[in-house]
């Protein structure tokens, strides 16, 4: 006589095949919270300088496909690629010029072999003679910027080491002489950084003699400010073309701009209206 009992048999099929729905659905799960978590360190962590070329974070991450290979064509390791943990956005390149800057490479090895233009060849490109050339001093990595309260130039020690370090000497590191009100007979000689030729690469920061930096790269959008659309620089010629389809018809709005200003100007009337 058979102890096979088909009825048990189907009872047992069907509570693996629950099991087995139950685990999948745990690990799913997991794997949705350990991902989120991940993508919550990256936001967490803004500060993050890119290769020369990157496009800006947003459309950068959009088109990076983490590949790795821009990393892998660096000659001086510079570049890293983001793993779990590291508080950015994952398999993407980035560097910490402390430990190791951008050393501004003239072939820039690591933006022809990107194979999505996330970083763009043609942000880190002049022409000359017809001909388009790589030109590493283009790169918009990101800005220096310089702690004054910590830079020992600052207290009156000479030191120039960030500005000896610089690739770009003179123009994005240039040497500022200042009276020492202090003493009254000593000058402070101290360093100042033009964010329009700053290539950010960091090899100041890493150059700078105290514990921590006094000198360090943040990313442009976070280290510069922004004048908005309404301001007009007058010494700029390609500035100042924005005024050329701005109209100059204002049109009024109030009852007091439909006034005569004597009509309103230092009158309680005039100052209660609006």
């Not at 978590?37 to 936001?43: D, L, P, R, S, T």
């Not at 430990?99 to 072999?113: A, E, F, L, Q, S």
């Not at 003179?170 to 500022?176: C, E, R």
Request: with cysteine.
């Amino acid at each position: 006589m058979s102890n096979l009992n088909p009825k048990n048999d189907a009872i047992s099929d069907r509570r693996k095949f629950i099991s087995l729905m139950a685990q999948s659905i745990g690990l799913s799960a997991l794997g949705g919270m350990i991902w989120t978590g991940y993508v919550e360190e990256a936001k967490s962590a803004p500060l993050i300088l890119r290769p020369p070329g990157a496009r800006n974070e947003l459309d950068f991450l959009r088109m990076c496909i983490k590949c790795g290979q821009c990393a892998e064509a660096c000659p001086y390791d510079t570049l890293q690629i983001a793993k779990p943990g590291d508080k950015k956005p994952v398999g993407t390149p980035y560097f910490i010029p402390r430990d190791i800057p951008c050393y501004m490479c003239t072939d820039i090895p690591c933006v022809p072999v990107c194979p999505t233009q996330a970083l763009d060849e043609s942000s880190v490109s002049k022409i000359i003679e017809g001909e388009k050339v790589l030109d590493i001093e283009r790169s918009k990595m990101g800005v220096a910027v310089v702690d004054e309260e910590s830079c020992i130039a600052f207290w009156g020690i000479q030191c120039d080491a960030c500005y000896r370090a610089c690739p770009v000497m003179d123009s994005a590191i240039t040497l500022d002489y200042r009276r020492n009100t202090r003493t009254g007979k000593h000058a402070y000689l101290v360093p100042i950084v033009n964010s329009e030729t700053c290539t950010g690469c960091g090899l100041c920061e890493h150059a700078c003699v105290t514990k921590k930096a006094a000198i360090y790269v943040l990313p442009s959008e976070i280290a510069k400010g922004d004048l908005g659309d309404h301001y007009i620089k007058g010494w700029d010629k390609t500035d100042e073309k924005r005024l050329e389809d701005v109209s100059t018809d204002v049109t009024t709005t109030t009852k007091r701009s439909e006034l005569a200003p004597q009509d309103y100007l230092n009158t309680e009337k005039g100052l209660l209206d609006d």
